[in-house]
């Protein structure tokens, strides 16, 4: 099956600092990446479609200045979360979608990063 | 998206069968009913997903209603790795293009007992 990874699996970074998280689809080519975030005991929510060669596309809410989406190539998808604050720690996932396939094989998903803020 | 509706929280003694249960009342004829599972700190894993047809892969047995209103996830034989959050979701196919996002509900934690 396909295979989305993430760097890093976890961070710890001071407060005000920036931090970039990579995803990388490993043997496909994606054109639409995800970004997600979770919260303890809570589900994931939908913050930004990234997209090859053009603007991310953010959700309600998310701020566009603060969580910058790149995709500069159809295998990377990067975030980065700038000036971070503690409550900016959370689960980022992303996932990915094998382009010109059925429905079948759904789509796939990183393995997350925690990232915690000090 | 259709909204989905499963209990929070189930158990399950490892060897047997875990049946979970998705009401999605106001599915509509083109949105497919998908599954995902998520153990702790990992990304979610798609299981399996189907229209209106039963359907089984080598994870998952899929039983939708005639209505398509509820469906089952059967795990036949759960063991202690199936501990996980699983999510029910229900959505339009889309074999391309940007509009895959999936919305996840609160799902229900299987927690499988030895």
């Known amino acids: 099956g396909a295979v989305v990874s993430q760097h890093p699996s976890w961070v710890i970074c001071k407060s005000g600092t920036s931090v970039k998280i990579e995803c990388r689809s490993l043997d496909f080519q994606a054109t639409t990446m995800f970004w997600y975030r979770q919260f303890p005991k809570q589900s994931l929510m939908l913050m930004a479609t990234?997209?090859?060669?053009?603007?991310?596309?953010?959700e309600q809410g998310v701020e566009k200045d603060k969580f910058l989406i790149n995709h500069a190539s159809l295998t990377l998808s990067t975030l980065t979360v700038t000036s971070a604050h503690p409550e900016d720690s959370s689960f980022y996932i992303c996932?990915?979608?094998?382009?010109?396939?059925?429905?079948?094989?759904?789509?796939?998903f990183g393995q997350g990063t925690r990232l915690t803020v000090v | 998206d259709a909204k989905t509706t499963q209990p929070t929280s189930m158990d399950c003694a490892e060897g047997r069968a875990a049946n979970l249960p998705c009401n999605h009342s106001?599915?509509?004829?083109?949105?497919?009913v998908y599954w995902y599972r998520q153990i702790h700190s990992q990304g979610p894993q798609y299981i399996i997903h189907?229209?209106?047809n039963n359907e089984t892969n080598e994870m998952a047995s899929l039983i939708i209603t005639e209505d398509r209103k509820s469906s089952t996830l059967i795990l036949p034989h759960a063991t202690l790795r199936d501990t996980a959050v699983y999510y029910c979701i229900v959505r339009v196919s889309s074999s391309g293009g940007s509009n895959y996002k999936l919305t996840f509900g609160k799902g229900t934690l299987l927690t499988v007992n030895p």
């Open positions: 189907g229209l209106k």
């Open positions: 106001t599915i509509s004829g083109n949105e497919y």
């Open positions: 990234s997209n090859e060669g053009s603007k991310a596309t953010y």
């Open positions: 996932s990915a979608k094998v382009p010109n396939r059925a429905n079948s094989l759904g789509a796939f």
